[in-house]
């Protein structure tokens, strides 16, 4: 009865926090929309449009075929006045004869390095195809059936490569890799309402008294940690909702769930046990709510900054790569991701389970060492 007593208490605590309550709640969600709405067309091709003026010297068949081309792509838009165009193409005299002659690119904007790189292997395409139809028209009268095998090859750079992320196929699109990414650091910032709740208790001799009435400090921890470990699951679920049918609202790919439930709702549990196993650690060891909560939010923003959930870790260098494994917060992004793009089951993601359980509970343990010294002196 003095243990079902002591998580009421704990669910009542929480629920009078309504400014934590937000921070839990409507910060990731905000977080989610905004990041999945903003880096939509930087995890995808499909929209990359690019503003070209042609200055065609050539005036050959070539030259019109590739201007055809570029005409007929809906990834190029020509314009009219080279002020307005990003890229300046140039196609030089005897263009078509010469076959070491090259086509001159002149950038006017401030223009990424991978912008330039996409721009070149498109127009590539054009360029390849129309010097192809010009050898065929070339040999049409010397061997027919040359020519037209000639003309029938189509180049295209998504035949000629094929993109693996994290050894899947599938590329994340910006509301999968959003999602798990705010889910991981909003379950963090538990340490807001548990620094509060530890350091009241604590000024009030709350927690002594109830250790002088032979509630040990195991009960006092685990009765402090269900009710986080509910608005952890609940905080998962409002955030999967959000980029389910929220994010599709603003022409944004809508998250799809691929991989096993079981393994969504244990890898959820495992982050939700390390997230509320450093937040007990930072809780009992500050000496004020203020201070937990600097500490916790420094900490935080340092995990997520290491983890993967500020930058995703597939355009880190290797060296920042293998430096995030270093963060709870990375093993249950990775897990996220393996069922989002890799369909995973439990098998799949059960080592970051354990590594998050694992190190939640040691957390736990040692915050529950320190709260019953804290308790004996008297502190």
Do not use: C
């Not at 990003?86 to 010469?98: D, G």
């Not at 509060?196 to 921890?221: C, D, H, P, W």
Request: no cysteine; hydrophobic share 50%; net charge positive.
């Amino acid at each position: 009865m003095m243990f079902k007593a002591m998580i009421k208490k704990e669910f009542l605590l929480v629920l009078r926090d309504k400014h934590a309550l937000l921070a839990l709640f409507v910060m990731p969600a905000i977080f989610i929309l905004i990041m999945s709405v903003a880096m939509r067309d930087q995890f995808t091709n499909d929209s990359m449009e690019f503003s070209l003026y042609i200055k065609d010297a050539d005036k050959s068949a070539m030259s019109a075929n590739i201007v055809a081309n570029i005409e007929a792509d809906e990834k190029f838009r020509l314009v009219q006045n080279r002020e307005e165009a990003k890229f300046i193409v140039k196609i030089p005299r005897r263009y078509e004869k010469k076959q070491k002659s090259k086509i001159q690119i002149d950038i006017r904007d401030s223009i990424k390095g991978d912008e330039i790189e996409a721009f070149k292997a498109m127009l590539l395409e054009h360029l390849l195809s129309a010097r192809l139809h010009s050898m065929a028209k070339s040999i049409e009268d010397k061997s027919p059936k040359a020519s037209r095998s000639l003309a029938s090859l189509e180049i295209s750079t998504d035949d000629m490569y094929r993109v693996r992320y994290n050894s899947s196929i599938t590329i994340p699109n910006s509301t999968q890799q959003s999602v798990p990414a705010w889910i991981v650091f909003g379950m963090f910032f538990v340490i807001i309402p548990m620094s509060t709740i530890y350091v009241n208790e604590r000024k009030q001799n709350t927690l002594a008294r109830l250790n002088s009435m032979n509630v040990s400090i195991f009960a006092m921890g685990v009765s402090k940690s269900i009710p986080y470990l509910f608005i952890n699951q609940i905080q998962v679920l409002i955030m999967l909702g959000v980029g389910m049918y929220l994010v599709p609202l603003f022409d944004t790919p809508a998250l799809e769930i691929n991989g096993s439930l079981l393994a969504l709702g244990s890898i959820s549990v495992a982050l939700s046990i390390a997230a509320i196993g450093i937040s007990s650690l930072i809780a009992v060891s500050a000496k004020s709510s203020e201070q937990a909560t600097t500490i916790g939010g420094i900490l935080n923003i340092l995990l997520g900054a290491i983890g993967g959930v500020m930058v995703p870790k597939f355009i880190m260098p290797p060296a920042m790569q293998t430096l995030t494994q270093v963060s709870p917060m990375s093993w249950g992004l990775d897990g996220f991701l393996d069922i989002f793009l890799k369909s995973a089951d439990l098998s799949m993601i059960l080592n970051n389970v354990l590594m998050l359980i694992a190190f939640g509970v040691l957390s736990l343990i040692i915050s529950m060492i320190i709260l019953q010294i804290r308790i004996n002196r008297g502190i």
